[in-house]
């Protein structure tokens, strides 16, 4: 009797540990497949970047960022593109950055909570959540042919201006609640009022958090395809739109904003569309371009969110 | 004495009242503009569709099957696209979702704080990456490895920018996922363990549930961003529209049929011009309905602790 007992009560231990190593193995197991799904994203990363580098490689001279496009693949370059780019950029950055940063102040610093307010942020999170393909249908039908902008590089700008303005908004909002409100009582208290208060303590206290959702945005918008096509964006283009200075009085010149333009995403799309693999190698070279760009941009944006995060102890 | 010098003062701070008052005016429109924006999406697509919809019926929209606006019997059926877009969204999802929870779960239960502070910024990359290049990374890699497997594959399908668009959404269920996780209170972990289950026990059967409106919420996001992504499919799925839910064969989605059609010279004022904006409607319609479902998760479902 006394002998069974203890059998059992073996058994039962045994029934026991083999639970808890089945467990535990589960567990390693577990881990296993998510360190290994993990790298596989990692290396699926590496590998687009490599690839891209590998099959531009041919095409990284200087005559490849000198030479407009042209039908002879190896004559081709992404001057026109690159220029379109960096002014559309320019136009996006003036117009967003402004509005984005003055939204967000008002919604978190200003505005009382009201329906207005309420109505506000859910169209700032709803825009969030517009496919970029939309606010290029908007263009089309508001900029281009309502306001007879044009397929210019203003549309293109204030287009992307559209899309980035959720993100600059976000960000500036985040980075404003983070500081807290004594700040903001120690300022009134000394007599400043609620611009000054802005301007002078929440504004330069948040600036690194704004920064890293303005970089982010501009990268954003530096890869963003698909609404510039639809507004009509043309994808050949030999010339250059107009020089931004000039040696006359006033020496600023807006020509260039009528301008007829292409940007490096449409470039490398419309190499990637043509059957021969020679403008293959060119769309390649053209995407290199934009992913370091893209991710220099990324990498320098989460660098500097990360040295905030660590610096501000309030 | 005292009047002279009170009264300078009065108008100085009157000034500063008014100032206050211009720039906070001049904020408030600031942010009036996103409600502007979305006022403007809705007015223009509804106005250019209106004349859409009196050259072709609503029933022949919903109900016709064929997408033909460039033959000389031309059909109007918008399930043809939008067949496209499940097709390319399904297939997205099946490599979204998996990938997407499981790195959710292992970086917010099993990672430790520095594997976490190296692995979400790999993410963040991956989700700042352009889809043009995604596209090309579908239409020259994906495909033709795809095609080693299964010969019959054509050049342009729907598996291949499926898969891509897959892995570009895993980041966002995995983000999303990952704070809800991450939200759920310690104690809760520490009454699993205390009670003996492993880490896998208690992500599985204590975490997850408690986090399910988020990780919920992260998958709607994710067909969200997959209903309206639109380079990849418009470079490797073809812009050929085909009413099929097959991912081997080529079709074009919404978005894919928008670029195609922007590409083209189609004059201001067309039926084919039209055309677009009906699309983009309906493509808009698909996605607030899925923003508002999210939206409707994360608060009925919410858990309050």
Redesign the interface.
């Known amino acids: 009797m006394n002998q069974n007992q203890k059998t059992s009560d073996s058994k039962d231990l045994d029934v026991i540990r083999s639970l808890i190593k089945k ?2 193995r ?2 390693f197991i ?2 296993g ?3 290994l ?2 790298a596989s ?2 290396i ?2 590496l ?2 970047f490599l ?2 580098v590998l ?1 531009g490689y041919p095409r990284f001279t200087l005559d490849f960022f000198s030479n407009f496009p042209s039908r002879k693949a190896l004559q081709a370059g992404i001057l026109s593109a690159w220029i379109g780019s960096a002014l559309v950029l320019l136009v996006t950055f003036v117009v967003a950055v ?3 940063v ?2 967000g ?3 978190e610093e ?2 009382k909570k009201n329906w207005i307010s309420d ?2 942020e859910i ?2 999170s ?2 969030a ?10 263009a ?3 900029f281009v ?1 309502s306001f007879g902008l044009g397929q210019s590089i203003l549309t293109a700008g204030l287009t992307l201006a ?1 899309l980035m ?2 993100i600059v ?1 976000v960000a500036t909002r985040e980075s404003i609640r983070a500081i807290p409100v004594h700040i903001r009582e120690a300022a009134f208290a000394v007599g400043a ?3 000054q208060v802005v301007l002078n303590h929440v504004l330069p206290y948040s600036y690194g958090g704004i920064l890293t959702g303005v970089i ?1 945005g501009m ?2 918008a ?5 609404p510039v ?4 964006a043309l ?1 050949f283009i030999a010339f250059l739109p107009p020089a931004p200075i000039s040696t006359e009085i006033p020496f600023l010149n807006f020509d260039w904003l009528e301008a007829a333009f292409t940007v490096l ?1 449409i470039q ?2 419309n190499w ?2 043509r059957p021969q693999h020679a403008f ?1 190698v060119n ?2 070279a053209t ?1 290199a371009v ?2 370091l760009l ?2 220099a ?3 320098f944006a ?1 660098r500097l969110r990360y040295k905030i995060r660590k610096k501000i102890k309030w | 004495m005292p009047q002279s010098s009170i009264s300078p003062r009065l108008a100085r701070s009157l000034k ?1 009242n008014v ?2 008052r211009i ?2 005016v ?3 429109s ?6 502007f ?2 006022t ?2 809705v007015y ?2 509804v ?2 569709a209106i004349p859409f919809f009196q050259h072709v019926s609503i029933y022949d929209f919903l109900t016709d099957t064929v997408w033909t606006p460039n033959y000389s019997i031309k059909h109007y059926g918008i399930s043809a696209l939008v067949a496209g877009t499940i097709t390319t969204t399904m297939v997205a999802l099946v490599v979204a979702i998996p ?1 997407g929870t ?2 959710a ?3 917010s239960e ?2 430790s704080h520095k594997v976490r502070e190296t ?1 979400k ?6 989700v ?10 579908a ?3 994906v495909t033709p490895f795809l095609q080693t497997i299964y010969p019959d594959l054509t050049t342009f399908n729907m598996l291949g920018p499926g898969i891509v668009m897959g ?1 570009m959404i ?1 980041p966002y269920i995995a983000s999303v996922s990952e704070d809800a996780m991450r939200a759920v209170p310690m104690s809760m972990r520490e009454g699993a363990y205390a009670m003996g289950a ?4 208690t ?1 599985i059967k204590v975490i997850a549930p408690a986090a399910t409106s988020g990780i919920v919420a992260s998958y709607i ?1 994710a067909i ?1 961003r997959a ?5 990849i499919v ?2 490797a799925a073809g812009q050929q529209p085909n009413f099929t839910f097959n991912p081997v064969e080529s079709a074009a989605t919404i ?1 894919a049929y ?2 195609s059609v ?2 083209g010279d189609l004059e ?1 004022g067309t039926v084919g011009y039209q055309s ?2 009906a699309a ?1 409607l309906t ?2 319609v698909m ?2 309905v899925l ?1 508002i479902i999210g939206h409707w998760v994360r608060k009925r479902y919410a858990e309050r602790y």
């Open positions: 467990h535990k589960n567990d577990f881990a497949v998510g360190m799904v993990i994203l990692t699926t990363l590998i687009l690839d891209l099959d402004p509005l984005g003055a939204a102040v008002y919604l200003y505005a109505l506000i169209n700032v709803n825009l959540g517009v496919p970029s393909i939309i606010y290029g249908l908007l089309l039908g508001l042919y559209l303005l959720p908004i009022t609620k611009w982010i990268a954003r530096i890869g963003e395809t698909a096509i639809t507004i009509g994808t995403p490398m799309f990637i569309s293959h769309a390649a995407g934009i992913i893209t991710a941009m990324n990498g989460i | 500063r100032i206050e720039i906070e001049g904020l408030f600031s942010a009036v503009v996103a409600v924006i979305t403007a999406i223009v697509l106005t250019e990938l499981l790195t779960i292992y970086l099993f990672a692995i910024p790999i993410l963040e990359l991956l700042g990456v352009p889809t043009v290049v995604f596209g090309y990374f239409l020259m890699l892995i895993v492993t880490r896998f026990q992500a996001l969200s209903v309206g992504e639109t380079m418009a470079i978005t928008i670029v922007a590409l201001h677009i904006f983009g493509l808009l996605t607030l923003n």
